[in-house]
């Protein structure tokens, strides 16, 4: 069976959940299948043509159409859409990644007559602050989306969360046609770096203490995009309350506006006035110092607001950190509340915004979770423990493969 999977992201261009979905998904599913990878950003140059037995995907990057150099965003991603579209051809089957690739997923699939299958990493009705980033391209992204969620043979949904979601934003697809397979997690390389003693390595200790991280303090650990949806303002307004010589820890970069990076920016600089050990790392960092950094930690914090899984409270729990979340989308199929972690109450607006209703409310109970793991760090340590074992025993990614390949299975019986 040849698969075309399309996606907008792809190493080494990779800022977000999806695109390590992708990436991951692709690696496991070439091992059975002729898997052929086509993205955004131009030519892979350390990725030379293989041939499809070799058992890894092949790789096609697609630069962006120079006619649309300046064009709105969402124009110019439907451009490099059409050639990819194209390319599929001798496919049996067409698998897209984000409204980015969708429109992409459904053309190839009408032009060629095969099935199309989407995985919904995140939906447009759901996160209409990117009006704000796309401005009339908005419009076009949820046109795009809504096209191809109509048109699709099979919808994957990464979470029973997400799963209700789209049902609710898209009434009219078939709730048969969208089936639920959560994401998954390497587990060979996110794993936490300790010598034989248990304690964390010299190197990962030299890591971390290079990036202004003092080991031996409690310490809480954010990762993630600088977004409405990541919920980054009301987490810095909750770390004012924990106590003194807890560490914040802050990998967040990729900002989506101006707005948004403007409003963080000043939420830090307020924080950093007021209390010591606030460390900011903007840029996105090679796994094994990211690993180095999450290890150093005492716990994960995901304030999100909208987060149909969450790749990353996988990949902390991996490196045996607790979570403390909050409770919506498909976090809580994640994170096992006062097991492997604290889920945090959040009551939100109907909307498609997330917005909370109670803000001040929202980010005294995550400050109260907070504080509750970093003052306690046995408990801390034994819920991490408790973390792995559950990425272990349910988010490893050859399972996820084979969940995957029945719902190519399952669709392609039903073309």
Known sequence: MRVDLLTREYPPHVYGGAGVHVTELAAVLAESLDVRVRCFDGP????????PDAGRPVVTGYAAIPALEGA????????????????????????????YANLAGHLAGLLHGIPHVLSAHSLEPLRPWKAEQLGGGYALSSWAERTAYLGAAGVIAVSAGMRADILRSYPDVDPAKVHVVHNGIDLTSWVRPVGEDGELTPRALEIARGRGIDPDRPAVVFVGRITRQKGLPYF????????????????????????????????VEQLQTERGGVVWIPDMLPREELVAVLAACTVFACPSIYEPLGIVNLEAMAVGLPV????????????????????VPLAQETDGTGTPLEPERFEADLAAA??????????????????????????????????????????????
Do not use: K
């Open 236 to 267: 810095l307004r909750a770390v004012r309350a924990l106590p003194a010589d807890v560490q914040v820890v802050l990998c967040a970069g990729a900002p989506d506006t101006p707005e948004i990076m403007a409003e963080v920016t000043a939420l």
């Open 370 to 415: 907070l504080t509750a793991l970093t003052s306690d760090r046995a408990r801390a340590a034994s819920m991490g423990e408790a973390s792995r074992r559950r990425v272990e025993d349910h988010f490893a990614w050859h399972a996820i493969g084979e969940r995957t390949v029945e719902v190519y299975r399952r669709v392609l019986e039903g073309a």
């Open 324 to 343: 403390v979340a909050s409770a919506t989308g498909g976090i809580p199929e994640v994170v096992d509340d006062g097991v492997t972690g604290i889920l």
């Open 44 to 51: 892979r140059p350390d990725q030379p043509d293989l041939v």
């Open 72 to 99: 709105n965003a969402a124009l110019a991603t439907f451009g490099v859409n059409l050639p990819m579209a194209q390319d599929v051809a001798g496919a049996d089957l067409v698998h897209s990644h984000t409204w």
